[in-house]
């Protein structure tokens, strides 16, 4: 189940948690919620993707991403 | 070939075919179904990572490998902004081979640990090329009172170097504790904060008194989600850390954008009096003119990117280079090669490579700054990282220049 990165408008951030409950109501399982970054995360349907860019006061839906380092070898730029 | 085939079934479970035995585009197909092709005369493979950089990566760390690249489009770096690398780089050794130091809190520039110029710069028994080269080595400040996240895979807290020290630390990592076990954490957070006398040998800190804080954003596979990576920050901040010190970081694109994500988070942390200083990235292969843009989060405009220079002040041939626009550009350049640092026991220290080395040289410089002067938060600090820089060559690969401690670069 794919993981979004939701940040919120600068006009919304102060009711983030109003918010979040919009987004639960469309599906989205919640799993933070961080007034200073203005961001929440959840997973949800990867259809749930277009829905979530529609709801008021949401300025950017993407995927969570993830980094991998290299083996700590000398060899290897790390 | 045999060594090599075997290497490549057992790391990657690829199956090696001799080149010879195919004739046109029967070879390019052999390599889309996953194979490795060999070639005899040059002693070669030809392999399609599935798995993208970090197959490579894996590939290079095999014994029977000698180096692993990908295949690239070339581009020209022009013949004049290569001499003009070359010229101010040896201006820079004479400099200092002869000139005096500057600023109240230089201390005498010893014999042994100027470079003569056109030579590169060598650990000493006492100091590591990158302290000496930053001028850590020659700073009376040591980053005390200075409080300094370091995001990574953790540290080794039983380490001869680090055991009994107070340390503050947080695993954001689901059932893992935040003792280090892959080793990356331990090397960066070695540089940053290495002891004054280490137990191993010569100096490899470059703050050696701060008030260390340790978030283990990086699991001891090396892996880490981004909401990890954000939650280690939002830590740091709260702590008040003046300076968050991330060696991570993925591959962009030419012509990507910043993640607004993580400008928003770089933009929070500087309002709260925190930089975050992110290595620039390694995908570069320079001795092949091929440079790679700035990777994220070092691109965002909001967080500090650092490339990495060898002992001679070239730009090292991984270290990426500013080519996007809108913040992906590179700010500063630390020590980035032939690192010398502490990893966990039972090995204790390891030479390594990268922009991830260069990262902490510029965290811990950024320590001395504010234990220098404690208004230089958030924004002053980038701005008097930047304007004390040691001018090393164009901007795209070594931003700023070389970052200097306190009293040892130009005044600003």
């Known amino acids: ?78 | 070939m045999s060594t090599v085939a075997g290497a490549l079934k057992n790391a990657a479970g690829m199956k090696t075919l001799e080149a010879r035995d195919f004739k046109g585009a029967a070879l390019e197909s052999a390599l889309d179904e996953g194979n490795a092709i060999y070639f005899e005369r040059f002693k070669m493979c030809v392999v399609d990572p599935k798995e993208g950089m970090s197959q490579l990566a894996m590939l290079s760390a095999l014994e029977s490998v000698q180096q692993a690249r990908p295949e690239f489009y070339m581009f020209a770096i022009s013949e004049a902004e290569r001499r003009y690398n070359e010229w101010v780089r040896a201006g820079l050794m004479l400099l200092a081979d002869g000139a005096p130091s500057m600023g109240a809190q230089a201390l005498p520039v010893r014999a042994a640990e100027m470079t003569v110029a056109g030579t590169p710069i060598a650990d000493t028994n006492e100091f590591t090329w990158g302290l000496i080269a930053v001028g850590a080595s020659r700073s009376s400040l040591t980053g005390r009172g200075v409080k300094v996240a370091v995001l990574d895979t953790g540290i080794d807290l039983q380490h001869p170097d680090f055991v009994g020290r107070s340390i503050v630390t947080e695993s954001f990592i689901p059932n893992e504790t935040v003792q280090d076990k892959q080793g990356h954490g331990t090397h960066t957070a070695g540089t940053v904060a290495g002891p004054a006398t280490s137990t191993m040998g010569r100096r490899y800190g470059v703050a050696p008194d701060v008030d260390l804080h340790v978030g283990k954003v990086l699991n001891n596979q090396g892996t880490g989600r981004e909401a990890e990576i954000i939650n280690g920050i939002n830590w740091a901040i709260d702590k008040k850390c003046a300076v968050i010190s991330m060696s991570l970081g993925r591959p962009t694109a030419v012509g990507e954008k910043p993640d607004p994500f993580y400008e928003e988070v770089g933009a929070v942390a500087l309002r709260e009096g925190s930089i975050i200083v992110a290595a620039a990235g390694n995908n570069s292969f320079r001795d092949f003119n091929h440079i790679a843009p700035v990777g994220a989060p070092a691109n965002s405009p909001s967080i500090f990117a650092v490339a990495a220079i060898d002992p001679k002040m070239g730009v090292a041939p991984f270290s990426c280079g500013g080519l996007n626009p809108d913040g992906g550009e590179v700010n500063i350049s630390g020590p980035g090669t032939l690192v010398y640092s502490s990893v966990p026991r039972p090995e204790l220290s390891k030479v390594l490579q990268g922009t991830s080395m260069a990262c902490p040289h510029v965290a811990g410089v950024a320590a001395l700054w504010v234990q220098s002067d404690p208004a230089l938060r958030g924004q002053a600090l980038w701005n008097k990282l930047e304007r004390t820089a040691r001018e090393l060559g164009i901007r795209r690969d070594f931003g700023r220049g070389l970052v200097q401690a306190p009293g040892m670069g130009p005044t600003s």
């Not at chain 1, 950017?60 to 991998?68: A, P, T, Y």
């Open chain 1, 1 to 78: 189940m794919p993981e979004f990165k939701i940040l919120v408008e600068k006009s919304r951030s102060d009711d983030i948690e109003a918010l979040a409950d919009e987004l639960r109501a469309k599906g989205l399982r919640v799993g933070s919620v961080n007034p200073k970054f203005r961001q929440i995360r959840g997973s949800g349907d990867a259809s749930l993707e277009a829905e979530l860019r529609d709801v008021d006061g949401v300025e950017v839906v993407g995927r969570d991403d993830s980094v991998q380092l290299p083996p700590l070898d000398e060899k290897v730029p790390q």
